[in-house]
């Protein structure tokens, strides 16, 4: 067997309870390093069909199966995270980048999800009882859910869809990022021992792959987590099948700091809550507007916290940022840094990244651009940052609210009552007072405007993945 060979042999897909390889791969590259360390299958459209295929003929069974049952494999799947967290954090940080101490909270977090969705449950509601009727409203599974994850959280985002799909009584074909596959195929393997065969199909593919899934006349729903670009064709060639849809799209999270905060602080909560995986993270902040009697301290905190936070290879002891995951999200930075030079705009730290191998993108801070300005505006998705100073309580609101983003936002705010004002304002799905980035399984996430469609996570999210059946009853007797 060549080498090759080897590399494709290491990851195959997992169609129907059985290890699948194919006749093309897709490269893996490393985004410390820029080299390509491991090959992926490359599915075809007939082994995309069987993926489908086999999450349909196993629908009928895991759909019979006692919701107690399903509860009871969640919480398995639960501990395989745990028990293998050091192989699959290792392998996450290779082809991800984040620091392994990152990654292996993330492993853990995706753990904390399969069991807290476990304990969820979906009674029957009983609408009429009475002598002469009796009306009743049960979830029934919505079928065989496509289910599309990025490359940023590749193993806690998929355990947002896998998780209440399955407790649903759902089957599943899921697909990694290209960028991202290994280790999402990796606990397919391992999951091949606790779920029945083809209750959770893993393909991986490149670019072609995710049209194929979303036009799928065999797939019923489809959950995305991506770009809103992205989105808007997912939504585009769903529709051709009425497929029942959830995206998770695009934000450009506004934070509003008010003077009355202790600085240091805020400044090191919020730093860590724009730039925590580099950046790459659809509900980070990426406008932080600062009442102008705090900006300059708060800004000279940010910039101390920016010299002091170690950026280099994941793998390596001490560090805290990782690279930019990669090239085509690192170019779009490099773009968004010159476009700030041309506009003449002041940046606090960072700039040009240092010359040599690996995606590393400096922290970089924009000191109080123009709101029409590109950084203000579009999603970087990677640490780049603009602070923006205010004074005006209605003007920051209007200010947070003039994007056709609606993920989330954040107040910080020692007046709990204003605070709680404020974030009533925000046109916004989620909005954190003196926090942030506190999502949780029992929570849910809605995207208004162009974030998205649907819920995920909570009550609502598990709901996503159920249709509703009413039954109606004449009583005669």
Same mark, same amino acid.
């Given at each position: 067997m060549n080498r090759d060979a080897e590399k494709f042999a290491a990851y195959p897909m997992t169609i129907g309870g059985r290890s699948v390889h194919g006749a093309a791969t897709v490269p893996v590259v490393d985004p410390a390093t820029e080299q390509v360390f491991a090959e992926v299958p490359d599915a075809s459209p007939e082994q995309l069909d069987q993926?489908?295929?086999?999450?349909?003929?196993?629908?009928?069974?895991?759909?019979?199966?006692?919701?107690?049952?399903?509860?009871?494999?969640?919480?398995?799947?639960?501990?395989?995270?745990?028990?293998?967290?050091?192989?699959?954090?290792a392998l996450l940080t290779r082809e991800q980048g984040? &620091?392994?101490?990152? @990654?292996?909270?993330?492993?853990?977090?995706? @753990?904390?999800?399969? @069991?807290?969705?476990?304990?969820?449950?979906? &009674?029957?509601?009983?609408?009429?009882?009475?002598?002469?009727?009796?009306?009743?409203?049960? !979830?029934?599974?919505?079928?065989?859910?496509g289910a599309m994850v990025p490359w940023n959280y590749p193993v806690v985002l998929a355990a947002w869809k896998i998780a209440p799909a399955l407790l649903a009584g759902n089957t599943m074909v899921l697909k990694p990022s290209p960028f991202t596959p290994l280790t999402t195929l990796r606990i397919g393997?391992?999951? !091949?021992?606790?779920?029945?065969?083809?209750?959770?199909?893993?393909?991986?593919? #490149?670019?072609?792959?995710?049209?194929?899934?979303?036009?799928?006349?065999?797939?019923?729903?489809?959950?995305?987590?991506?770009?809103?670009?992205?989105?808007?064709?997912?939504? !585009?060639?769903?529709?051709?099948?009425?497929?029942?849809?959830?995206?998770?799209?695009?934000?450009n999270d506004a934070a509003i700091v008010m003077p009355d905060v202790d600085v240091d602080a805020v400044a090191r909560t919020l730093f860590w809550g724009a730039f925590v995986n580099c950046g790459q993270i659809c509900i980070a902040a990426k !406008?932080?507007?600062?009442?102008?009697?705090?900006?300059? =301290?708060?800004?000279?905190?940010?910039?101390?916290?920016?010299?002091?936070? =170690?950026?280099?290879?994941?793998?390596e002891e001490?560090?805290?940022?990782?690279?930019?995951?990669?090239? =085509?999200?690192?170019? =779009?930075?490099?773009?968004?840094?010159?476009?700030?030079?041309?506009?003449?705009?002041?940046?606090?730290? #960072?700039?040009?990244?240092a010359p040599g191998p690996g995606l590393f993108f400096p922290v970089t801070l924009v000191d109080n651009p123009p709101d029409h300005a590109r950084i203000v505006n579009e999603e970087p998705f990677g640490p780049i940052l603009p602070l923006l100073k205010f004074d005006d309580i209605d003007d920051v609101v209007?200010?947070?609210? @003039?994007?056709?983003?609606?993920?989330?936002?954040?107040?910080?705010?020692?007046?709990?009552?204003?605070?709680l004002a404020i974030a009533k304002r925000l046109q916004t799905g989620t909005v954190w007072i003196n926090e942030i980035q506190a999502a949780s399984p029992h929570k849910p996430m809605a995207g208004h405007k162009?974030?998205?469609? #649907?819920?995920?996570?909570?009550?609502? #999210?598990?709901?996503?993945?159920?249709?509703?059946?009413?039954i109606s009853i004449r009583r005669t007797a």
């Open positions: 993926a489908v295929r086999a999450a349909r003929e196993a629908l009928s069974a895991w759909s019979s199966r006692a919701w107690q049952e399903r509860q009871a494999l969640l919480r398995e799947i639960a501990r395989i995270h745990i028990t293998h967290q050091e192989e699959l954090s984040k &620091p392994l101490a990152r @990654a292996r909270k993330e492993l853990a977090t995706a @753990a904390h999800w399969y @069991a807290e969705t476990a304990g969820m449950s979906l &009674p029957d509601e009983v609408l009429q009882d009475e002598p002469g009727a009796y009306v009743t409203v049960r !979830r029934v599974p919505v079928g065989v859910v393997e391992l999951l !091949r021992d606790v779920l029945p065969p083809g209750v959770l199909n893993i393909v991986s593919g #490149g670019d072609a792959l995710g049209p194929r899934m979303s036009e799928h006349p065999g797939v019923d729903k489809l959950s995305f987590t991506g770009s809103s670009e992205t989105g808007r064709l997912v939504m !585009r060639s769903a529709s051709s099948s009425l497929k029942r849809l959830t995206l998770e799209l695009g934000g !406008r932080v507007y600062i009442h102008a009697a705090i900006y300059d =301290r708060m800004a000279a905190a940010f910039v101390e916290l920016a010299r002091t936070t =170690r950026m280099g290879p994941g793998g001490g560090v805290e940022l990782g690279p930019v995951q990669n090239r =085509r999200q690192f170019d =779009r930075l490099l773009d968004l840094l010159q476009d700030c030079r041309r506009q003449g705009l002041k940046l606090l730290c #960072g700039g040009e990244p209007d200010r947070a609210n @003039a994007s056709q983003y609606g993920l989330a936002g954040s107040v910080w705010c020692r007046d709990e009552a204003q605070g162009q974030s998205g469609l #649907g819920v995920e996570n909570g009550r609502d #999210g598990l709901l996503s993945y159920t249709q509703p059946q009413t």
